[in-house]
C-alpha cells in the first residue's frame, strides 16, 4: 500500500477494550456496589456499558470480513477465547453473549443504512450545534415575517379562512412545525444512539477528571440506560411443510402484471405466526458452541455418533443440505404429537428446542435459501419438488392425524427416494422402540448441532439485508462464528 494511504495513530491516542475495562472510575469499575440497588444489578450495568464499547470493536472486525479482508489465526484465536472463557463462561452468559452481539448487528446496521457512521467524526458535535442553530435562526426570521405579513387585496374567498387567518400563512406554519419534529427526531434518535454512548464512555475514560464528577456519571449512565428500537425482533420465523403444502397463493397477488412488482409467493410458501426465542433455544445453542472442540462443524453427526444411533446417519447423507433439513423437520413434525406431559421437565426443555429450530431452518429453506449452505436455485428447485411431492402424495389431507394414518397404511412410502418418503423412514426409526425413551433428546441436539452448521456463510451481504426485515437468528450465529473463524466442514453435502 501507499504511503500517501496510511495513517499513523499514535498509541497514547487509541482506546483499547483493556483501558475501558480497566477504567478506575465509578462507572466502569467492577469492584463495588451501590447505595441504591444491589451489587448483582450494578455489576450488570457496568457490563453493559463495557459490552457497548466491546461490541463497537467487534463490529469493526465484522466490518473488514464483509469487505473481504481477512484476519490472522491470532486474531480469531483471541476473539474466540474472549467468546469461550470471557462471555459464555458466566452462568448467564449466553444471554450476555447475544446481548453483545445484537449490539454489533446494530451498528452494522447503522453503518449501512443510516449517516451514523459518517455523523459522528471527530468534528460531528460542532457540526451538529451549527445545523440546530441554522434551523433555529431560520424558524425564528421565518416567524417574524409571517407576522408583519400582509395578503394583497383579493377577493378570493379560497385564500382565507373563516377566523380570517390566510390559507398560505397556516400552510407555512405546519411545514415549520414538520420541519422542527423531524430534525428533533434525528437529534433525539442521535443523541441516544449506541454510537452516542461509546463516545460517552471513551471520553469518560480518556478525562480522569470526569471519573470524580457524579453529575458526569450520573448524565452517561442516564444516556446509556435508553434503549431505542432494535433492528432485531428477537424472535423465531417458523414454517411447517406439512401444514403448508396444500397452500395455494391467490391469483390477485400471483399473476404476470404483480410480479413486476411483488415477489412471487410460491406453492406452499405459507408462513407460521413467529414466535418468542425462548431463553432454552439460546442457552443449547450457545452450549454447543461453547463445547466445539473441532473448528469443521459437521450437520448433525456428531450428536447422532454421541447418543449411540448411528442408524440414522443415512438422513445427514443426502444430495443436499436443504434434503437434510426437509427430511428431519418432517420427521420432526410427524414425531411433535408425542410431546411430553410434563411441562419444566429436561425432555420438554428438549422438546421446546427441538421444534422450535425444526420449524426455524424448514423457514429458512422456504423464505431464506440464501442464508443456507445450498445455492439458492438448488434450495427452491427442492422446496417446490418436496411441495409437488406431498401434494401428490397426500392428496388434500391436512389434519396431522390423517397425515399419519396415511403414511402408515402405505408400507412402500419409506423405500421411495423422495422428501417425504425419507422423512417418513427416519420418523418409523425415531418412533421404534430403541429410541422412543430419548428421541427429544436425539432430535433437539441433532437441531442444535446443524443450526450451527448451517450459520457460518461467505454471503455477508445477504444476512446484512436480512436486517432491514427484523434480523434473523441465524444472523448472530454467524456473526459469533465468524468472529472464532469456525467454518463447515466442506467434505460434507
Request: net charge positive; glycine share 4%; with cysteine.
Amino acid at each position: 500500500m501507499s504511503g500517501k494511504f496510511k495513517k499513523q495513530v499514535s498509541r497514547s491516542k487509541l482506546l483499547t477494550c483493556t483501558l475501558v475495562w480497566n477504567c478506575e472510575g465509578n462507572l466502569l469499575r467492577s469492584e463495588g456496589g451501590s447505595h441504591n440497588m444491589p451489587e448483582d444489578t450494578f455489576t450488570k450495568k457496568k457490563n453493559m456499558l463495557k459490552d457497548t464499547c466491546l461490541s463497537f470493536a467487534l463490529f469493526k472486525i465484522l466490518r473488514l470480513r464483509y469487505a473481504g479482508y481477512s484476519l490472522p489465526p491470532k486474531a480469531h484465536e483471541d476473539a474466540w477465547k474472549l467468546i469461550r472463557d470471557g462471555l459464555l463462561l458466566q452462568e448467564d452468559g449466553y444471554e450476555r453473549a447475544f446481548r453483545v452481539v445484537e449490539v454489533e448487528l446494530m451498528f452494522l446496521y447503522d453503518f449501512f443504512y443510516t449517516k451514523y457512521g459518517i455523523l459522528f467524526e471527530s468534528s460531528w458535535l460542532l457540526n451538529k450545534l451549527a445545523e440546530l442553530i441554522y434551523v433555529v435562526v431560520g424558524i425564528w426570521a421565518t416567524t417574524s415575517l409571517l407576522k408583519h405579513y400582509k395578503r394583497p387585496n383579493s377577493n378570493c374567498r379560497l385564500t382565507n379562512l373563516p377566523n380570517g387567518l390566510s390559507v398560505d400563512v397556516l400552510m407555512t406554519s405546519m411545514m415549520i412545525i414538520s420541519f422542527f419534529i423531524v430534525e428533533f427526531m434525528q437529534f433525539f434518535f442521535m443523541f441516544f444512539s449506541e454510537w452516542t454512548k461509546v463516545i460517552w464512555i471513551c471520553e469518560y475514560v480518556k478525562n480522569k477528571s470526569w471519573q470524580n464528577k457524579a453529575w458526569i456519571e450520573w448524565i452517561i449512565r442516564v444516556i446509556c440506560e435508553v434503549q431505542l428500537l432494535k433492528p432485531w425482533e428477537r424472535k423465531l420465523r417458523q414454517y411447517i411443510f406439512l401444514e403448508s403444502y396444500f397452500y395455494k397463493p391467490t391469483f390477485f397477488l400471483n399473476n404476470m402484471i404483480m410480479a413486476a412488482y411483488i415477489d412471487q409467493t410460491r406453492y406452499g410458501q405459507k408462513q407460521s405466526s413467529p414466535i418468542k426465542l425462548h431463553k432454552e433455544v439460546k442457552k443449547a445453542v450457545l452450549n454447543a458452541l461453547k463445547s466445539i472442540k473441532d473448528t469443521k462443524l459437521k450437520n448433525g453427526r456428531d450428536s447422532l455418533i454421541e447418543n449411540d444411533v448411528e442408524q440414522l446417519l443415512w438422513a445427514c447423507k443426502l444430495e443436499t443440505q436443504t434434503q437434510v433439513i426437509l427430511v428431519w423437520h418432517i420427521a420432526t413434525s410427524f414425531c411433535e404429537h408425542q410431546k411430553p406431559e410434563r411441562l419444566g421437565s429436561p425432555e420438554w426443555t428438549n422438546f421446546l428446542v427441538a421444534t422450535n429450530l425444526s420449524k426455524y431452518l424448514a423457514y429458512l429453506v422456504a423464505f431464506a435459501p440464501r442464508l443456507l449452505p445450498d445455492h439458492p436455485y438448488v434450495a427452491e428447485y427442492v422446496f417446490d419438488q418436496a411441495i409437488i411431492e406431498a401434494r401428490k402424495f397426500f392428496n388434500g389431507c391436512k389434519t396431522m392425524e390423517k397425515l399419519v394414518t396415511k403414511i402408515e397404511g402405505d408400507s412402500r412410502l419409506a423405500e421411495e427416494k423422495t422428501v417425504i418418503g425419507r422423512g417418513a423412514k427416519l420418523r418409523k426409526q425415531l418412533i421404534d422402540n430403541t429410541y422412543e425413551k430419548s428421541i427429544w433428546k436425539i432430535l433437539a441436539d441433532f437441531w442444535v448441532e446443524l443450526v450451527l452448521y448451517v450459520a457460518p456463510s461467505d454471503d455477508a451481504q445477504a444476512h446484512v439485508e436480512h436486517l432491514t426485515r427484523g434480523g434473523e437468528f441465524v444472523t448472530h450465529l454467524w456473526v459469533l462464528l465468524s468472529h472464532a473463524d469456525i467454518k463447515r466442514d466442506h467434505s460434507i453435502g
